[in-house]
Protein backbone atom coordinates (compact mmCIF):
# COMPACT_ATOMS: atom_id res chain seq x y z
CA UNK A 1 0.00 0.00 0.00
CA UNK A 2 1.54 3.28 -0.99
CA UNK A 3 1.83 5.91 1.78
CA UNK A 4 -0.19 9.23 2.08
CA UNK A 5 1.47 11.95 -0.20
CA UNK A 6 2.77 14.63 2.10
CA UNK A 7 0.57 17.94 2.40
CA UNK A 8 2.34 20.96 2.15
CA UNK A 9 -0.11 23.37 3.01
CA UNK A 10 1.44 26.34 0.87
CA UNK A 11 2.22 27.08 -2.30
CA UNK A 12 5.97 27.84 -3.75
CA UNK A 13 6.67 32.04 -3.62
CA UNK A 14 9.83 33.83 -4.97
CA UNK A 15 11.25 34.20 -1.35
CA UNK A 16 9.87 30.86 -0.28
CA UNK A 17 10.59 28.36 -3.05
CA UNK A 18 9.57 25.04 -2.99
CA UNK A 19 11.59 21.66 -3.54
CA UNK A 20 10.96 19.53 -5.93
CA UNK A 21 12.34 16.40 -7.40
CA UNK A 22 13.84 18.72 -10.52
CA UNK A 23 15.05 21.62 -8.05
CA UNK A 24 13.85 24.24 -6.70
CA UNK A 25 10.00 25.68 -7.82
CA UNK A 26 9.82 29.02 -7.72
CA UNK A 27 6.89 31.30 -8.61
CA UNK A 28 7.54 34.74 -10.45
CA UNK A 29 4.43 35.93 -8.48
CA UNK A 30 2.10 38.57 -9.87
CA UNK A 31 -0.37 41.04 -8.39
CA UNK A 32 -3.38 40.52 -10.76
CA UNK A 33 -3.08 39.59 -14.02
CA UNK A 34 -1.64 41.50 -16.01
CA UNK A 35 2.48 41.21 -16.91
CA UNK A 36 4.14 43.48 -19.07
CA UNK A 37 5.98 42.16 -22.31
CA UNK A 38 9.15 43.39 -21.24
CA UNK A 39 8.91 41.28 -18.12
CA UNK A 40 7.76 38.07 -19.54
CA UNK A 41 10.68 38.33 -21.33
CA UNK A 42 12.62 38.65 -18.71
CA UNK A 43 11.12 35.63 -16.37
CA UNK A 44 11.50 33.56 -19.43
CA UNK A 45 15.39 34.55 -19.58
CA UNK A 46 15.60 33.55 -15.94
CA UNK A 47 14.03 30.39 -16.63
CA UNK A 48 16.48 29.70 -18.74
CA UNK A 49 19.42 30.71 -17.03
CA UNK A 50 18.45 29.96 -13.32
CA UNK A 51 16.50 26.69 -14.07
CA UNK A 52 15.51 24.20 -16.96
CA UNK A 53 13.61 26.34 -19.11
CA UNK A 54 9.96 24.99 -18.03
CA UNK A 55 7.57 27.34 -17.01
CA UNK A 56 3.88 26.22 -15.61
CA UNK A 57 1.30 28.33 -15.33
CA UNK A 58 -1.21 27.48 -12.44
CA UNK A 59 -3.98 27.34 -11.50
CA UNK A 60 -4.11 29.96 -9.48
CA UNK A 61 -2.96 32.34 -12.46
CA UNK A 62 0.62 32.72 -11.65
CA UNK A 63 4.25 31.73 -13.61
CA UNK A 64 6.23 29.01 -11.67
CA UNK A 65 9.93 28.49 -13.08
CA UNK A 66 11.23 24.99 -12.79
CA UNK A 67 14.30 23.65 -12.05
CA UNK A 68 15.64 26.21 -10.09
CA UNK A 69 19.51 25.42 -9.05
CA UNK A 70 20.26 26.52 -5.26
CA UNK A 71 23.55 28.22 -6.42
CA UNK A 72 21.44 30.40 -8.99
CA UNK A 73 18.31 31.00 -6.24
CA UNK A 74 19.81 34.57 -5.34
CA UNK A 75 20.40 35.64 -8.78
CA UNK A 76 16.94 34.50 -9.50
CA UNK A 77 15.15 37.21 -6.50
CA UNK A 78 17.47 40.11 -7.27
CA UNK A 79 16.46 39.83 -10.91
CA UNK A 80 12.78 39.45 -10.28
CA UNK A 81 13.33 42.09 -7.67
CA UNK A 82 14.09 44.83 -10.04
CA UNK A 83 10.98 43.55 -12.45
CA UNK A 84 9.05 44.17 -9.20
CA UNK A 85 7.65 40.95 -8.40
CA UNK A 86 9.45 40.52 -4.93
CA UNK A 87 7.83 40.69 -2.34
CA UNK A 88 9.45 42.42 1.04
CA UNK A 89 9.05 39.11 3.05
CA UNK A 90 7.96 35.85 2.68
CA UNK A 91 5.25 36.33 5.26
CA UNK A 92 3.77 38.77 3.21
CA UNK A 93 4.19 36.91 -0.32
CA UNK A 94 2.06 34.00 1.11
CA UNK A 95 -0.66 36.01 1.83
CA UNK A 96 -1.51 37.90 -1.62
CA UNK A 97 -3.05 35.50 -3.29
CA UNK A 98 -5.64 37.11 -6.17
CA UNK A 99 -7.54 35.60 -8.77
CA UNK A 100 -8.98 38.65 -10.96
CA UNK A 101 -10.63 39.03 -14.13
CA UNK A 102 -8.16 38.76 -16.85
CA UNK A 103 -8.86 41.57 -18.91
CA UNK A 104 -9.82 43.79 -15.39
CA UNK A 105 -8.40 47.25 -16.94
CA UNK A 106 -8.58 46.20 -20.33
CA UNK A 107 -12.16 45.42 -21.46
CA UNK A 108 -14.76 47.10 -19.66
CA UNK A 109 -16.19 45.90 -16.32
CA UNK A 110 -18.45 46.94 -13.77
CA UNK A 111 -16.82 47.62 -10.72
CA UNK A 112 -12.92 48.55 -10.79
CA UNK A 113 -11.06 45.27 -9.90
CA UNK A 114 -7.60 47.09 -9.85
CA UNK A 115 -8.92 49.57 -7.52
CA UNK A 116 -10.64 46.97 -4.93
CA UNK A 117 -7.21 44.83 -5.45
CA UNK A 118 -5.18 47.62 -4.44
CA UNK A 119 -7.10 48.27 -1.01
CA UNK A 120 -7.04 44.58 -0.58
CA UNK A 121 -2.76 44.40 -1.25
CA UNK A 122 -2.31 47.23 1.11
CA UNK A 123 -4.31 46.24 3.74
CA UNK A 124 -2.85 42.57 3.67
CA UNK A 125 0.80 44.14 3.69
CA UNK A 126 0.25 46.29 6.31
CA UNK A 127 -1.79 44.17 8.69
CA UNK A 128 0.42 42.22 10.77
CA UNK A 129 -2.66 39.96 12.24
CA UNK A 130 -3.60 39.05 8.55
CA UNK A 131 0.25 37.47 8.06
CA UNK A 132 -1.55 34.28 9.63
CA UNK A 133 -3.85 33.25 6.73
CA UNK A 134 -2.92 29.91 5.68
CA UNK A 135 -0.44 29.83 2.32
CA UNK A 136 -3.42 28.55 0.27
CA UNK A 137 -5.89 31.69 1.18
CA UNK A 138 -6.91 33.42 -1.35
CA UNK A 139 -9.12 36.24 -2.92
CA UNK A 140 -10.94 36.62 -6.18
CA UNK A 141 -12.42 39.62 -8.11
CA UNK A 142 -14.86 39.06 -10.74
CA UNK A 143 -15.64 42.38 -12.43
CA UNK A 144 -18.98 41.59 -14.40
CA UNK A 145 -16.51 42.26 -17.70
CA UNK A 146 -15.97 39.40 -20.13
CA UNK A 147 -14.26 35.49 -19.16
CA UNK A 148 -16.46 35.15 -15.79
CA UNK A 149 -14.58 33.59 -13.03
CA UNK A 150 -18.47 31.42 -11.83
CA UNK A 151 -16.00 27.79 -11.69
CA UNK A 152 -13.14 29.10 -10.02
CA UNK A 153 -12.81 28.78 -6.43
CA UNK A 154 -11.40 30.41 -3.87
CA UNK A 155 -11.89 31.28 -0.13
CA UNK A 156 -13.47 34.54 -0.66
CA UNK A 157 -15.17 35.81 -3.73
CA UNK A 158 -16.09 39.34 -4.51
CA UNK A 159 -18.29 39.64 -7.87
CA UNK A 160 -19.89 42.45 -9.43
CA UNK A 161 -23.27 42.79 -8.86
CA UNK A 162 -25.84 45.18 -10.04
CA UNK A 163 -28.66 46.33 -7.57
CA UNK A 164 -31.44 48.60 -9.04
CA UNK A 165 -28.98 49.38 -11.85
CA UNK A 166 -26.49 50.31 -9.83
CA UNK A 167 -22.95 48.59 -9.33
CA UNK A 168 -22.19 47.23 -6.11
CA UNK A 169 -19.79 43.95 -5.06
CA UNK A 170 -21.32 40.73 -3.59
CA UNK A 171 -18.36 39.64 -0.85
CA UNK A 172 -19.10 35.26 -0.80
CA UNK A 173 -17.63 33.46 1.80
CA UNK A 174 -16.64 29.89 0.20
CA UNK A 175 -18.94 27.27 1.10
CA UNK A 176 -21.63 29.39 1.03
CA UNK A 177 -22.27 30.92 -2.52
CA UNK A 178 -26.04 31.07 -1.54
CA UNK A 179 -25.71 33.89 0.93
CA UNK A 180 -23.68 37.22 0.08
CA UNK A 181 -22.52 40.13 1.74
CA UNK A 182 -23.67 42.83 -0.95
CA UNK A 183 -21.79 46.03 -0.48
CA UNK A 184 -20.20 48.95 -2.07
CA UNK A 185 -17.30 49.09 -4.56
CA UNK A 186 -15.28 51.11 -1.63
CA UNK A 187 -16.51 48.86 1.10
CA UNK A 188 -15.53 45.44 -0.61
CA UNK A 189 -12.13 45.31 0.18
CA UNK A 190 -12.64 46.38 3.85
CA UNK A 191 -15.75 43.69 4.08
CA UNK A 192 -13.24 41.09 2.77
CA UNK A 193 -10.58 41.07 4.87
CA UNK A 194 -13.83 41.12 8.12
CA UNK A 195 -14.32 37.89 6.73
CA UNK A 196 -10.76 37.33 6.56
CA UNK A 197 -10.15 38.26 10.40
CA UNK A 198 -13.38 36.18 11.35
CA UNK A 199 -11.63 33.36 9.60
CA UNK A 200 -8.84 33.40 11.61
CA UNK A 201 -10.41 34.15 15.12
CA UNK A 202 -13.11 30.68 14.42
CA UNK A 203 -10.38 28.19 13.54
CA UNK A 204 -8.09 29.17 16.64
CA UNK A 205 -6.77 25.76 18.07
CA UNK A 206 -7.77 23.82 14.94
CA UNK A 207 -5.14 25.33 12.38
CA UNK A 208 -4.17 22.56 10.33
CA UNK A 209 -7.34 20.91 10.07
CA UNK A 210 -9.59 24.55 9.64
CA UNK A 211 -7.02 25.64 6.44
CA UNK A 212 -9.86 27.00 4.19
CA UNK A 213 -12.94 29.23 4.41
CA UNK A 214 -15.33 26.39 3.27
CA UNK A 215 -14.28 23.96 5.98
CA UNK A 216 -14.53 26.93 8.76
CA UNK A 217 -18.23 27.80 7.27
CA UNK A 218 -19.09 24.09 7.16
CA UNK A 219 -17.87 23.53 10.90
CA UNK A 220 -19.44 26.86 12.21
CA UNK A 221 -22.30 27.87 9.66
CA UNK A 222 -21.89 31.14 7.85
CA UNK A 223 -24.01 32.64 10.53
CA UNK A 224 -21.02 32.36 13.36
CA UNK A 225 -18.42 34.04 10.54
CA UNK A 226 -21.05 36.55 9.97
CA UNK A 227 -20.91 37.17 13.74
CA UNK A 228 -17.41 37.47 13.91
CA UNK A 229 -16.99 39.89 11.45
CA UNK A 230 -19.50 42.01 12.32
CA UNK A 231 -21.36 41.70 9.10
CA UNK A 232 -25.16 40.63 7.97
CA UNK A 233 -25.36 38.47 4.84
CA UNK A 234 -28.69 37.77 2.52
CA UNK A 235 -29.75 35.21 -0.02
CA UNK A 236 -28.04 35.64 -2.63
CA UNK A 237 -27.83 34.44 -6.35
CA UNK A 238 -24.65 35.17 -8.68
CA UNK A 239 -24.83 36.02 -11.78
CA UNK A 240 -21.33 35.33 -12.35
CA UNK A 241 -20.74 33.51 -15.39
CA UNK A 242 -17.89 30.80 -16.42
CA UNK A 243 -16.07 31.45 -19.22
CA UNK A 244 -16.38 29.03 -21.86
CA UNK A 245 -13.24 27.21 -23.36
CA UNK A 246 -13.97 28.93 -26.96
CA UNK A 247 -14.13 32.11 -25.68
CA UNK A 248 -10.89 31.73 -24.12
CA UNK A 249 -8.99 30.25 -26.59
CA UNK A 250 -8.62 31.32 -30.30
CA UNK A 251 -8.57 34.53 -32.07
CA UNK A 252 -11.46 37.28 -30.34
CA UNK A 253 -12.08 41.08 -31.14
CA UNK A 254 -10.06 42.05 -27.53
CA UNK A 255 -7.25 39.44 -27.50
CA UNK A 256 -5.82 35.88 -28.75
CA UNK A 257 -5.99 33.37 -26.14
CA UNK A 258 -3.02 31.05 -26.38
CA UNK A 259 -2.43 27.70 -24.11
CA UNK A 260 0.04 24.78 -23.18
CA UNK A 261 -0.91 21.17 -22.14
CA UNK A 262 -1.60 21.17 -18.52
CA UNK A 263 0.03 24.65 -18.47
CA UNK A 264 3.25 23.52 -19.45
CA UNK A 265 5.24 26.54 -21.56
CA UNK A 266 8.73 26.15 -22.41
CA UNK A 267 10.62 29.62 -21.71
CA UNK A 268 10.93 30.14 -25.51
CA UNK A 269 7.26 30.48 -25.82
CA UNK A 270 6.78 32.84 -23.37
CA UNK A 271 9.49 35.05 -24.78
CA UNK A 272 7.92 34.35 -28.12
CA UNK A 273 4.10 35.23 -27.23
CA UNK A 274 6.04 38.42 -25.15
CA UNK A 275 7.23 39.50 -29.26
CA UNK A 276 3.70 38.55 -30.54
CA UNK A 277 2.34 41.12 -27.64
CA UNK A 278 5.04 44.00 -28.59
CA UNK A 279 4.05 43.21 -32.00
CA UNK A 280 0.73 42.88 -32.48
CA UNK A 281 -1.03 43.73 -28.74
CA UNK A 282 -0.90 46.07 -26.16
CA UNK A 283 2.82 45.24 -24.71
CA UNK A 284 1.26 43.13 -22.46
CA UNK A 285 0.12 39.13 -21.25
CA UNK A 286 -2.72 38.54 -19.35
CA UNK A 287 -2.45 35.27 -17.01
CA UNK A 288 -5.49 33.27 -16.26
CA UNK A 289 -6.44 30.68 -13.58
CA UNK A 290 -7.45 28.17 -17.14
CA UNK A 291 -3.74 27.67 -18.10
CA UNK A 292 -4.10 30.28 -21.03
CA UNK A 293 -2.24 33.51 -21.64
CA UNK A 294 -4.64 35.98 -23.33
CA UNK A 295 -2.68 38.72 -25.76
CA UNK A 296 -5.18 41.68 -25.69
CA UNK A 297 -5.00 43.98 -28.56
CA UNK A 298 -7.69 46.08 -30.02
CA UNK A 299 -8.52 44.19 -33.50
CA UNK A 300 -9.68 40.57 -34.22
CA UNK A 301 -6.81 40.69 -37.44
CA UNK A 302 -4.17 41.79 -34.96
CA UNK A 303 -5.60 38.28 -32.79
CA UNK A 304 -5.48 36.01 -35.95
CA UNK A 305 -1.75 36.64 -36.42
CA UNK A 306 -1.05 36.24 -33.48
CA UNK A 307 -3.07 32.81 -33.55
CA UNK A 308 -1.20 31.73 -36.63
CA UNK A 309 2.32 32.64 -35.52
CA UNK A 310 1.35 30.95 -32.06
CA UNK A 311 -0.07 27.95 -33.96
CA UNK A 312 3.12 27.33 -35.81
CA UNK A 313 4.79 26.66 -32.11
CA UNK A 314 2.47 23.76 -31.64
CA UNK A 315 0.96 26.34 -28.41
CA UNK A 316 -2.88 25.53 -28.08
CA UNK A 317 -5.08 27.85 -30.22
CA UNK A 318 -8.33 26.35 -30.80
CA UNK A 319 -11.11 25.10 -28.06
CA UNK A 320 -11.46 21.94 -29.87
CA UNK A 321 -7.96 21.27 -29.13
CA UNK A 322 -7.89 17.48 -27.65
CA UNK A 323 -5.06 18.18 -25.36
CA UNK A 324 -8.12 20.07 -23.55
CA UNK A 325 -9.29 17.37 -22.72
CA UNK A 326 -6.75 16.01 -20.60
CA UNK A 327 -4.68 17.91 -17.44
CA UNK A 328 -2.07 15.84 -15.82
CA UNK A 329 0.49 16.95 -12.57
CA UNK A 330 3.89 17.76 -13.14
CA UNK A 331 4.24 13.70 -11.88
CA UNK A 332 7.74 12.00 -11.21
CA UNK A 333 10.12 12.80 -11.12
CA UNK A 334 9.50 15.91 -11.02
CA UNK A 335 7.21 15.70 -8.19
CA UNK A 336 8.47 14.11 -5.16
CA UNK A 337 5.27 13.29 -3.98
CA UNK A 338 4.41 11.23 -7.35
CA UNK A 339 4.55 7.44 -7.74
CA UNK A 340 5.01 7.02 -11.37
CA UNK A 341 5.22 9.88 -14.52
CA UNK A 342 2.14 11.44 -16.12
CA UNK A 343 2.89 13.80 -18.59
CA UNK A 344 3.73 11.16 -21.10
CA UNK A 345 0.53 9.31 -21.10
CA UNK A 346 -1.08 12.85 -22.40
CA UNK A 347 -0.68 13.15 -26.28
CA UNK A 348 -1.32 9.36 -26.23
CA UNK A 349 -4.76 9.40 -24.00
CA UNK A 350 -5.70 13.33 -25.78
CA UNK A 351 -7.55 11.66 -28.18
CA UNK A 352 -9.38 9.01 -25.99
CA UNK A 353 -10.50 11.92 -23.63
CA UNK A 354 -12.02 14.45 -26.14
CA UNK A 355 -13.78 11.50 -27.30
CA UNK A 356 -14.98 11.12 -23.45
CA UNK A 357 -16.94 14.83 -23.39
CA UNK A 358 -16.57 17.36 -25.84
CA UNK A 359 -15.95 20.07 -23.76
CA UNK A 360 -13.69 20.50 -20.65
CA UNK A 361 -11.17 18.32 -18.93
CA UNK A 362 -12.41 14.12 -19.15
CA UNK A 363 -9.51 12.92 -17.95
CA UNK A 364 -7.09 13.98 -14.72
CA UNK A 365 -4.15 12.45 -14.26
CA UNK A 366 -2.65 12.75 -11.21
CA UNK A 367 1.09 11.15 -10.08
CA UNK A 368 -0.89 10.77 -6.29
CA UNK A 369 -4.27 11.03 -3.99
CA UNK A 370 -3.65 14.73 -3.33
CA UNK A 371 -4.75 15.54 -7.28
CA UNK A 372 -3.36 18.61 -7.57
CA UNK A 373 -3.85 19.04 -10.84
CA UNK A 374 -7.55 19.47 -10.28
CA UNK A 375 -9.60 19.56 -7.34
CA UNK A 376 -12.82 19.50 -8.68
CA UNK A 377 -14.06 15.87 -10.36
CA UNK A 378 -13.35 14.43 -13.45
CA UNK A 379 -14.92 12.15 -15.86
CA UNK A 380 -12.17 9.52 -15.19
CA UNK A 381 -9.38 10.37 -12.93
CA UNK A 382 -6.14 8.24 -13.32
CA UNK A 383 -4.20 8.13 -10.20
CA UNK A 384 -0.63 6.81 -9.91
CA UNK A 385 -0.04 3.72 -7.97
CA UNK A 386 3.14 1.61 -7.38
CA UNK A 387 1.91 -1.18 -9.42
CA UNK A 388 0.33 0.94 -11.95
CA UNK A 389 -2.89 3.41 -12.16
CA UNK A 390 -6.50 3.16 -10.81
CA UNK A 391 -9.21 4.42 -12.62
CA UNK A 392 -11.88 6.66 -11.11
CA UNK A 393 -15.09 7.06 -12.13
CA UNK A 394 -16.45 10.91 -11.90
CA UNK A 395 -14.73 11.52 -8.69
CA UNK A 396 -11.20 13.25 -7.66
CA UNK A 397 -8.11 11.72 -7.20
CA UNK A 398 -8.59 10.66 -3.01
CA UNK A 399 -12.10 9.08 -4.01
CA UNK A 400 -12.43 5.03 -3.77
CA UNK A 401 -11.43 3.68 -7.44
CA UNK A 402 -13.31 1.44 -10.00
CA UNK A 403 -10.60 -0.19 -11.43
CA UNK A 404 -7.03 -0.86 -9.89
CA UNK A 405 -3.26 -1.45 -10.75
CA UNK A 406 -4.11 -0.24 -14.63
CA UNK A 407 -1.14 -0.57 -17.40
CA UNK A 408 -0.68 1.49 -20.74
CA UNK A 409 -3.15 -0.75 -22.82
CA UNK A 410 -5.51 -1.60 -19.93
CA UNK A 411 -5.94 2.28 -19.17
CA UNK A 412 -6.99 2.65 -23.38
CA UNK A 413 -9.45 -0.43 -23.22
CA UNK A 414 -11.13 1.18 -20.06
CA UNK A 415 -11.58 4.63 -21.94
CA UNK A 416 -12.75 2.76 -24.80
CA UNK A 417 -15.42 0.77 -22.87
CA UNK A 418 -16.73 3.72 -20.95
CA UNK A 419 -17.04 5.86 -24.61
CA UNK A 420 -18.76 2.32 -26.13
CA UNK A 421 -21.02 2.40 -22.83
CA UNK A 422 -22.06 6.53 -23.03
CA UNK A 423 -22.71 5.52 -26.81
CA UNK A 424 -24.93 2.59 -26.27
CA UNK A 425 -26.21 3.96 -23.04
CA UNK A 426 -29.28 6.24 -24.25
CA UNK A 427 -31.76 3.71 -25.85
CA UNK A 428 -30.87 1.41 -23.37
CA UNK A 429 -31.41 -1.03 -25.69
CA UNK A 430 -29.10 -2.17 -28.85
CA UNK A 431 -31.12 -0.30 -31.75
CA UNK A 432 -30.96 -1.67 -35.41
CA UNK A 433 -32.08 -0.39 -38.62
CA UNK A 434 -33.92 2.89 -39.02
CA UNK A 435 -37.51 0.99 -37.62
CA UNK A 436 -36.08 0.69 -34.11
CA UNK A 437 -36.03 4.60 -33.61
CA UNK A 438 -38.03 6.20 -30.56
CA UNK A 439 -41.68 7.03 -31.43
CA UNK A 440 -43.20 8.10 -28.71
CA UNK A 441 -43.36 12.50 -28.23
CA UNK A 442 -43.61 12.10 -23.73
CA UNK A 443 -40.64 9.82 -24.20
CA UNK A 444 -38.86 11.68 -26.69
CA UNK A 445 -39.28 14.76 -24.32
CA UNK A 446 -38.19 12.98 -21.08
CA UNK A 447 -35.39 11.44 -22.21
CA UNK A 448 -34.15 14.75 -23.83
CA UNK A 449 -34.56 16.48 -20.31
CA UNK A 450 -32.63 13.48 -18.96
CA UNK A 451 -29.85 14.32 -20.97
CA UNK A 452 -29.68 17.56 -20.89
CA UNK A 453 -29.46 17.45 -16.92
CA UNK A 454 -27.17 14.68 -17.20
CA UNK A 455 -24.87 16.86 -19.61
CA UNK A 456 -25.63 20.33 -18.84
CA UNK A 457 -24.07 22.48 -15.58
CA UNK A 458 -27.15 23.29 -13.50
CA UNK A 459 -25.78 23.66 -10.38
CA UNK A 460 -26.15 27.58 -10.07
CA UNK A 461 -29.50 28.02 -11.12
CA UNK A 462 -32.91 27.99 -8.38
CA UNK A 463 -35.36 25.59 -9.00
CA UNK A 464 -37.69 27.79 -11.01
CA UNK A 465 -34.57 29.06 -12.93
CA UNK A 466 -33.25 25.35 -14.17
CA UNK A 467 -36.75 24.55 -15.73
CA UNK A 468 -36.15 27.97 -17.99
CA UNK A 469 -32.53 27.11 -18.82
CA UNK A 470 -33.60 23.39 -19.38
CA UNK A 471 -36.03 24.48 -21.96
CA UNK A 472 -33.49 26.86 -23.44
CA UNK A 473 -31.12 23.85 -24.21
CA UNK A 474 -34.09 21.84 -25.19
CA UNK A 475 -34.72 24.64 -28.04
CA UNK A 476 -31.20 25.23 -29.45
CA UNK A 477 -29.53 21.74 -28.64
CA UNK A 478 -26.61 23.40 -27.25
CA UNK A 479 -26.10 21.81 -22.86
CA UNK A 480 -22.88 24.44 -23.06
CA UNK A 481 -25.59 27.63 -23.64
CA UNK A 482 -26.22 27.15 -19.62
CA UNK A 483 -23.46 28.82 -18.94
CA UNK A 484 -24.37 32.04 -20.67
CA UNK A 485 -27.59 31.96 -19.37
CA UNK A 486 -27.96 34.95 -16.85
CA UNK A 487 -31.22 35.69 -14.95
CA UNK A 488 -31.00 38.76 -12.33
CA UNK A 489 -32.40 38.12 -9.34
CA UNK A 490 -36.33 37.43 -8.68
CA UNK A 491 -36.83 37.44 -12.62
CA UNK A 492 -38.34 33.88 -13.02
CA UNK A 493 -40.32 34.18 -9.94
CA UNK A 494 -41.92 37.81 -10.90
CA UNK A 495 -42.14 36.52 -14.58
CA UNK A 496 -44.25 33.45 -13.48
CA UNK A 497 -46.11 35.55 -11.19
CA UNK A 498 -47.19 38.13 -14.26
CA UNK A 499 -48.22 35.41 -16.21
CA UNK A 500 -50.43 33.83 -13.54
CA UNK A 501 -51.77 36.96 -13.29
CA UNK A 502 -52.84 37.55 -16.93
CA UNK A 503 -49.93 39.60 -17.76
CA UNK A 504 -49.91 39.58 -21.96
CA UNK A 505 -46.42 38.54 -23.67
CA UNK A 506 -45.35 40.86 -25.91
CA UNK A 507 -42.70 39.51 -28.56
CA UNK A 508 -40.58 41.73 -30.93
CA UNK A 509 -40.90 38.72 -34.00
CA UNK A 510 -43.74 36.53 -35.11
CA UNK A 511 -41.73 33.42 -34.75
CA UNK A 512 -41.37 34.02 -30.91
CA UNK A 513 -44.87 34.26 -30.75
CA UNK A 514 -45.55 31.09 -32.68
CA UNK A 515 -43.58 29.52 -30.64
CA UNK A 516 -45.52 29.96 -27.64
CA UNK A 517 -47.74 27.04 -26.49
CA UNK A 518 -50.87 28.44 -25.96
CA UNK A 519 -52.08 25.19 -24.05
CA UNK A 520 -49.02 26.04 -21.38
CA UNK A 521 -50.19 29.80 -20.37
CA UNK A 522 -51.88 29.63 -17.07
CA UNK A 523 -54.80 32.63 -17.86
CA UNK A 524 -55.18 32.44 -21.29
CA UNK A 525 -52.92 35.53 -21.52
CA UNK A 526 -52.54 37.46 -24.96
CA UNK A 527 -49.55 36.88 -27.34
CA UNK A 528 -48.79 40.10 -28.82
CA UNK A 529 -46.25 40.83 -32.05
CA UNK A 530 -46.63 44.27 -33.51
CA UNK A 531 -44.41 43.95 -36.29
CA UNK A 532 -46.95 43.14 -39.36
CA UNK A 533 -48.94 46.24 -38.19
CA UNK A 534 -49.53 48.62 -40.63
CA UNK A 535 -48.29 51.98 -38.73
CA UNK A 536 -44.67 49.96 -38.60
CA UNK A 537 -43.24 51.24 -41.70
CA UNK A 538 -43.85 55.22 -41.40
CA UNK A 539 -43.03 54.83 -37.91
CA UNK A 540 -39.65 52.74 -39.01
CA UNK A 541 -38.92 55.47 -41.69
CA UNK A 542 -40.21 58.43 -39.02
CA UNK A 543 -37.86 57.23 -36.78
CA UNK A 544 -34.55 56.29 -38.51
CA UNK A 545 -34.83 52.79 -37.04
CA UNK A 546 -35.49 49.01 -37.84
CA UNK A 547 -38.87 47.89 -38.13
CA UNK A 548 -38.29 45.68 -35.01
CA UNK A 549 -37.58 49.03 -33.08
CA UNK A 550 -40.16 51.22 -34.08
CA UNK A 551 -43.34 48.17 -33.36
CA UNK A 552 -42.33 48.67 -29.97
CA UNK A 553 -44.22 52.28 -30.29
CA UNK A 554 -47.64 50.05 -30.40
CA UNK A 555 -46.49 48.66 -27.06
CA UNK A 556 -46.89 51.24 -24.92
CA UNK A 557 -50.27 50.89 -23.51
CA UNK A 558 -50.00 47.32 -22.89
CA UNK A 559 -46.45 47.42 -21.40
CA UNK A 560 -47.20 47.54 -17.29
CA UNK A 561 -46.89 44.47 -16.08
CA UNK A 562 -46.38 42.48 -19.24
CA UNK A 563 -43.83 40.26 -19.67
CA UNK A 564 -41.61 40.26 -23.15
CA UNK A 565 -39.96 38.04 -25.25
CA UNK A 566 -37.09 39.59 -27.66
CA UNK A 567 -35.31 37.05 -29.17
CA UNK A 568 -34.31 38.13 -32.75
CA UNK A 569 -33.76 41.99 -33.01
CA UNK A 570 -30.93 43.85 -30.69
CA UNK A 571 -32.70 47.37 -31.93
CA UNK A 572 -35.90 46.24 -30.41
CA UNK A 573 -34.38 45.67 -26.98
CA UNK A 574 -32.07 48.92 -27.19
CA UNK A 575 -35.55 50.90 -27.83
CA UNK A 576 -37.32 48.80 -24.89
CA UNK A 577 -34.69 50.36 -22.83
CA UNK A 578 -34.99 53.85 -24.18
CA UNK A 579 -38.58 54.19 -23.89
CA UNK A 580 -38.01 53.37 -19.78
CA UNK A 581 -35.94 56.29 -19.86
CA UNK A 582 -38.59 58.53 -21.45
CA UNK A 583 -40.76 57.29 -18.47
CA UNK A 584 -42.68 54.33 -20.68
CA UNK A 585 -44.53 51.73 -18.11
CA UNK A 586 -42.35 48.91 -16.81
CA UNK A 587 -42.66 45.20 -17.58
CA UNK A 588 -42.59 42.87 -15.20
CA UNK A 589 -40.02 40.57 -16.46
CA UNK A 590 -38.00 40.84 -19.69
CA UNK A 591 -36.53 37.55 -21.55
CA UNK A 592 -33.50 39.40 -23.04
CA UNK A 593 -32.26 36.63 -26.01
CA UNK A 594 -31.55 38.39 -29.71
CA UNK A 595 -29.48 36.68 -31.56
CA UNK A 596 -26.73 37.95 -33.88
CA UNK A 597 -23.01 39.69 -34.34
CA UNK A 598 -24.14 43.69 -34.55
CA UNK A 599 -25.47 45.06 -31.42
CA UNK A 600 -26.88 41.45 -30.02
CA UNK A 601 -24.19 40.66 -27.04
CA UNK A 602 -24.31 44.93 -26.29
CA UNK A 603 -27.94 44.58 -26.22
CA UNK A 604 -28.28 41.76 -23.39
CA UNK A 605 -25.20 43.58 -21.68
CA UNK A 606 -27.16 46.69 -20.90
CA UNK A 607 -30.56 45.16 -19.75
CA UNK A 608 -28.60 43.06 -17.39
CA UNK A 609 -27.03 46.21 -16.41
CA UNK A 610 -29.91 48.27 -15.89
CA UNK A 611 -31.62 46.38 -13.08
CA UNK A 612 -34.98 48.42 -13.60
CA UNK A 613 -36.65 45.34 -14.61
CA UNK A 614 -35.97 41.61 -14.27
CA UNK A 615 -34.12 40.16 -16.84
CA UNK A 616 -33.00 36.86 -18.38
CA UNK A 617 -29.96 36.63 -20.99
CA UNK A 618 -28.26 34.46 -22.95
CA UNK A 619 -24.86 36.20 -23.05
CA UNK A 620 -22.83 36.77 -26.18
CA UNK A 621 -23.87 36.35 -29.94
CA UNK A 622 -26.48 33.33 -29.17
CA UNK A 623 -30.06 33.28 -29.22
CA UNK A 624 -33.27 33.69 -31.38
CA UNK A 625 -36.83 33.07 -31.55
CA UNK A 626 -36.73 29.56 -30.63
CA UNK A 627 -34.97 30.43 -27.36
CA UNK A 628 -37.20 33.22 -26.37
CA UNK A 629 -40.11 31.40 -27.08
CA UNK A 630 -39.08 28.43 -24.89
CA UNK A 631 -38.20 30.87 -21.62
CA UNK A 632 -41.93 31.77 -22.25
CA UNK A 633 -43.01 27.91 -21.89
CA UNK A 634 -40.79 27.36 -19.31
CA UNK A 635 -42.08 30.03 -16.59
CA UNK A 636 -45.88 29.46 -18.36
CA UNK A 637 -46.05 25.98 -16.28
CA UNK A 638 -43.93 23.89 -13.88
CA UNK A 639 -44.62 21.19 -15.98
CA UNK A 640 -41.81 19.63 -17.70
Not at 61 to 82: D, F, I, N, P, Y
Not at 164 to 189: C, K, L, T, W, Y
Request: charged share 20%; aromatic share 4%.
Amino acid sequence: MSAAPKIQGWCPGALRPMQSGDGLLLRAKTIGPRLAAENALEIAAIAVSCGNGLIDLSQRAQLQLRGVAETKLREAQQRLHRLGLLARDAATESVLNFIVSPLAGFAKGAIDAHGVLSQLVRELSEDAALLALPGKFGFLIDDGGPLGLAEVTTDIRLEAYFDNGAARVAVVADGARDQAFIVSPEAAAATALALARAFLSLRKGREFELRRMRSVVAAFGLDAVASAAGLASAPYRSSCRAAGADEIFGAHALFAGVGAPSGRFRAGDLAFLAGLAAKYGAGELRLTPWRAILLPCRSEKSAREMIRAAASRGLIVDADDARLAVVACSGAPECPQALRATRGEMDRLAPLARRVASGGVALHISGCAKGCAMPAPARITLVAREHGFDLIDNGRAGDAPSLTGLGPKEIEDAIEARITRADTKPTGAAMSGASSYIRDGAAIYARSFAIIRAEARLERFAPEEERVAVRIIHASGMVEVADDIIFSPGMARAASAALRAGAPVLCDANMVAHGVTRARLPANNDVVCTLTDPRVAALAAKGGTTRSAAALELWRERLDGAVVAIGNAPTALFRLLELLDEGAPRPAAIIAMPVGFVGAAESKEAALADGRVPVVIVRGRKGGSAMAAAAINALASDEE
